[in-house]
C-alpha cells in the first residue's frame, strides 16, 4: 500500500517561512517605507492642511517689535553718547583747570544738544555758573558726590520731565565741581505712519514722549500698559535685549491693536540707561484680515495622494521583490533536503530572481543525474532586475514631491500688508538716522577737541588724539595737518592723504573715490572758533581754511555695524552717485548696488523714505530707501541707505504654508531615498552578485564556496545554493570513484587430496 500525505510538505512550509529573519533582510525598508510615508502624509495634513489664515500676521507683529527695538537702540545710543560727551569734555580740564563760566561756554560752542548746563559744588550746592534753561535739582542729595559722578537721573519738572547727566569737572577756585546737563528724553526723529504710536515709557508707566498718531481709546492705553508691564517681567537672554510683541482683542469690527516693545537697556548690566527702566512701545491698528492662503486644499490633497501612494508602493515591492525572494528562498531549500527532486523550480520570470530561479532549476538536474554535463553560463546583456521596480518607485514618490517643491516656492501674488510696507520705510528711515547721528557726533568731538588742540604741543596734542581715540570705537585715525597738509601729530593708522590737498573746509567727507575701502572722515579746521566753523560747513562758496585742521577717520566696519539689525534684510549705505559705502554683509567697495531694483526706489526717495513691494526682474522684494538728510555737511553728502528684503523672507500665512509644503515634499524625496537606497544595498546588490554565483555553479564551477554575507532572505538562499554545491561535489566525486576500475583479484589457492 503506498500514498503520500498532504500534511507534512505544509509543515515543513510553515516551518520554513519561520525561518525567515524579521529584523533583516527586505521586510524592514519596505514596512519603514510604509510607515514613513504614512507619517509625511498625516504632517502635510496637518501641518499644511491645518493651516488657517492669521487676521494678525506675525510679520505686523514683528514690525512692531522691530520699530520698538530700532527705537530703544537709538535711544540707548543717545544715553551713552551724552554722558560719554559731557565726562570727556570734562576731563580736557584735569591738567588745566578754568573758571565754570568758561567751561560753560566751551561746552554750548562745541555741542547744541543740551537745554541747559549748570556747576555746582556738590558738598555745599552752591551754584557757580549756569547757561540755558534752569536745571530741575531740587531734592537731589550731591553731597555723596565725591570721586565718581552720579549715574543719570530723570527728574520731574515744572516744563516736564528731564534727563540729568552728571560729570565732574576741575575749576581754578573751587576744586572739582559737579557738571549738570539737562535735556528731553526725546526719540528719535523718525517717521512713522499716520495709525503708528510710538511712545517712551518710564518705569512707572509715564509717557516721557510721543511720536505718531495719539491714542485715545481706553483699549489702545490697555495695549500699551500691557506691553509695559510685560517687558517689566521680562528676563532677558545675556546678550540680548528684552522684546516682544502682543495684540488686543478686537472689536465689533474686527479692528484690534498691535504692540510691539522693547526695553531701552542692555541685559548686561553695564548700562547707563538700566536705572531709568525705560520702555519703548510702537503700536498700530489692524483691520480684517490681511493675511491670505493659495491653493487652501493643498495639504489635504497631498496628504491623501500620498497615503494611496504609500499603500500601493508597499504592495508593488512586496509583490515584484519580497515574493519572489521567498520563493527562491522554499525552492532552494527544498532542493536541499532533496525533496521532489521531480518537481521543477517555480520562480519569477524577471530580474535576479528569475536568473537565480533557472540556476536552480538546472542544479535540479544535475542533482538528479550527476552524470548530466553543466549547461553554459548564459550570454548576452543582462537585463535591469531589483533596480527596475525600485526606480519606478522613486520615479513614484519625486512625481508626488516635486511639485510640492515648486507650488512651495515664491510666489509672486503674495500679498505684503501695508503694515509691513510702511514698517520697512520707517525702519530703514531710522537706520538713516543711526548714520546721521553718528556721522554728526563724530564731527561734534572733533569741534569739542579742537580749541584744546590749537595751541597744544604736539606731546600734549597726541595724548588728547589717543584719549578720545580709546573714548570711542568708531575712528580709525586721528590726526593734525598743518598749513601745508603735514602731519603735527596723529593717533591710531596712518592718515589716508596728507599734503594740501588734504586741507579744507570743516565737515564730513569722502576721502576716496576708489579703492578696497571707502575712507569716510570729519574734518574741522583749528584756525576758525568752532561757532564760526559750524555756522560755514556746508555754505556755498564759503572760504577754505588756510590752517591746521583735526581730522579724524571713522572705520568702515563701525558704520556697517550701525546698519545691522534683525529682520531688516540687506542694507547698503551708497553714495550720491550710487555707489556702496557699507553694508550689513560682504559687499564691493563703490560699486553698484547688487539688484538693480533698487534704482527704482532710490528715485523715488530723494527727499524722504519710502518703501515699496517689486515683483520684476527676480524673486518679488520689499525694497526701501530713506536718505540721510539732517542739517549741515551730513545733509549736502547726498548718502542714502536701501534695504531689500525678499518677499520670501516675511512672516505671512502664504509664506509659511510654501515653507511647509516644500518641507512635506523634502520629508518624502527623504523618506523614499532613505529606504529604497536600503534596499537597493541590503538587497538588489547582494542579489545581483548572488545571481551570478548560482549562474557559474549551474554551468559547473564547483570550487568557488558561496558565503552568505546577511542572515536574511538573500543569506539563507546563498546558504542552500553553498550545501547543493557541497552536494554536487560529493556525487561527483562517487562517480568518478564509481568509474574508477577495480583492482584484479588474488588467484586462489587449491589443494588437492591425496
Known amino acids: 500500500m503506498s500514498g503520500t500525505a498532504p500534511n507534512p510538505p505544509r509543515q515543513h512550509r510553515s516551518r520554513r517561512r519561520a525561518d525567515m529573519p524579521l529584523l533583516g533582510g527586505i521586510r524592514p525598508p519596505i514596512a519603514l517605507l510604509l510607515v514613513l510615508l504614512l507619517a509625511v502624509a498625516a504632517i502635510t495634513a496637518l501641518a499644511v492642511g491645518g493651516l488657517r489664515v492669521d487676521d494678525t500676521p506675525q510679520a505686523v507683529r514683528e514690525s512692531h517689535q522691530y520699530a520698538a527695538e530700532d527705537t530703544a537702540a537709538s535711544l540707548r545710543a543717545g544715553l551713552h553718547e551724552s554722558a560719554t560727551d559731557l565726562r570727556r569734555a570734562a576731563a580736557r580740564y584735569e591738567s588745566a583747570p578754568a573758571e565754570p563760566s568758561e567751561v560753560l561756554s566751551a561746552l554750548g560752542q562745541a555741542y547744541h544738544k543740551w537745554r541747559g548746563t549748570v556747576m555746582v559744588r556738590p558738598d555745599t550746592g552752591r551754584l557757580l555758573a549756569a547757561r540755558g534753561e534752569t536745571v530741575p535739582l531740587a531734592g537731589l542729595d550731591l553731597t555723596k558726590v565725591t570721586d565718581t559722578a552720579p549715574a543719570p537721573l530723570l527728574v520731574p519738572s515744572a516744563t516736564g520731565t528731564r534727563l540729568l547727566t552728571f560729570a565732574l569737572v576741575a575749576t581754578k577756585a573751587d576744586g572739582r565741581a ?37 491714542l485715545d481709546a481706553e483699549a489702545d492705553r490697555a495695549v500699551v500698559t500691557a506691553a509695559r508691564e510685560r517687558a517689566a517681567r521680562e528676563r532677558p537672554v545675556p546678550g540680548e535685549t528684552a522684546s516682544g510683541s502682543l495684540t488686543g482683542d478686537a472689536d465689533g469690527k474686527g479692528v484690534r491693536r498691535v504692540a510691539g516693545w522693547a526695553a531701552v537697556a542692555n541685559p548686561d548690566g553695564r548700562d547707563l540707561a538700566a536705572p531709568l527702566g525705560l520702555t519703548v512701545v510702537s503700536t498700530s491698528t489692524v483691520d480684517g484680515k490681511p493675511g491670505s492662503l493659495r491653493h487652501p486644499m493643498l495639504g489635504l490633497a497631498a496628504a491623501g495622494a500620498l497615503l494611496v501612494l504609500a499603500l500601493l508602493l508597499a504592495w508593488y515591492l512586496s509583490r515584484s521583490l519580497q515574493r519572489p525572494l521567498l520563493r527562491l528562498f522554499l525552492e532552494s531549500r527544498r532542493l536541499t533536503r532533496g525533496e521532489r527532486l521531480e518537481q521543477p523550480v517555480r520562480g519569477p520570470k524577471r530580474g535576479e530572481a528569475a536568473r537565480i530561479a533557472r540556476a536552480l532549476e538546472e542544479l535540479r538536474l544535475q542533482l538528479r543525474d550527476p552524470a548530466r554535463p553543466p549547461a553554459p553560463a548564459p550570454a548576452g546583456k543582462r537585463r535591469p532586475g531589483t533596480a527596475l521596480p525600485l526606480a519606478l518607485c522613486a520615479v513614484l514618490v519625486l512625481g508626488w514631491s516635486v511639485p510640492l517643491m515648486f507650488l512651495g516656492g515664491n510666489d509672486s501674488g503674495v500679498r505684503v500688508p501695508t503694515q509691513v510696507v510702511a514698517g520697512q520705510r520707517d525702519r530703514t528711515d531710522t537706520a538713516a538716522d543711526r548714520i546721521r547721528q553718528a556721522l554728526n557726533e563724530g564731527y561734534a568731538d572733533l569741534r569739542s577737541l579742537a580749541p584744546s588742540l590749537t595751541d597744544a604741543s604736539v606731546g600734549k596734542a597726541e595724548n588728547l588724539l589717543r584719549a578720545t581715540l580709546a573714548e570711542h570705537d568708531r575712528y580709525r585715525a586721528l590726526y593734525v595737518l598743518g598749513a601745508n597738509g603735514e602731519v603735527l601729530a596723529r593717533a591710531g593708522e596712518a592718515p589716508h592723504r596728507t599734503g594740501p590737498e588734504a586741507l579744507g573746509a570743516s565737515g564730513v567727507l569722502l576721502l576716496n573715490t576708489s579703492g578696497k575701502e571707502p575712507r569716510i572722515a570729519a574734518r574741522v579746521a583749528l584756525t576758525a572758533a568752532p561757532a564760526d566753523a559750524e555756522a560755514d560747513a556746508g555754505k556755498e562758496g564759503a572760504p577754505e581754511p588756510k590752517g591746521p585742521v583735526v581730522v579724524g577717520e571713522f572705520k568702515t566696519d563701525f558704520l556697517g555695524s550701525l546698519l545691522v539689525r534683525p529682520g531688516l534684510g540687506r542694507v547698503w549705505l551708497v553714495d550720491d552717485r550710487q555707489r556702496v559705502l557699507a553694508a550689513n554683509e560682504g559687499y564691493s567697495s563703490f560699486g553698484d548696488l547688487p539688484d538693480d531694483r533698487a534704482r527704482k526706489i532710490l528715485d523715488t526717495a530723494k527727499k524722504s523714505a519710502a518703501a515699496d513691494v517689486l515683483r520684476d526682474g527676480g524673486d518679488p522684494a520689499l525694497l526701501a530707501a530713506a536718505p540721510l538728510g539732517g542739517n549741515g555737511s551730513v545733509a549736502k553728502l547726498g548718502w542714502s541707505v536701501v534695504t531689500v528684503h525678499p518677499v520670501a523672507w516675511l512672516h505671512l500665512d502664504q509664506n509659511r504654508a510654501d515653507r511647509r509644503v516644500v518641507l512635506a515634499g523634502m520629508l518624502g524625496l527623504t523618506a523614499a531615498a532613505l529606504c529604497l537606497g536600503w534596499l537597493f544595498i541590503a538587497v538588489g546588490l547582494p542579489l545581483r552578485r548572488l545571481a551570478a554565483s548560482a549562474e557559474a555553479l549551474a554551468a559547473g564551477d564547483r570550487r568557488t564556496v558561496l558565503y552568505p554575507v546577511h542572515h536574511d532572505e538573500v543569506g539563507a538562499v546563498a546558504r542552500s545554493l553553498e550545501l547543493i554545491r557541497q552536494e554536487l561535489v560529493r556525487a561527483e566525486q562517487a562517480e568518478r570513484a564509481a568509474r574508477r576500475p577495480s583492482a584484479p583479484a588474488a588467484p586462489a589457492t587449491t589443494t588437492t587430496a591425496r
Do not use: H, Y
Open 178 to 214: 559737579l557738571l549738570v546737563a539737562s535735556d528731553n528724553l526725546r526719540l528719535p526723529g523718525i517717521a512713522t505712519r499716520k495709525e503708528q504710536t510710538i511712545q517712551v515709557l518710564d518705569a512707572t508707566g509715564a509717557v516721557l514722549d510721543t511720536t505718531g498718531a495719539a
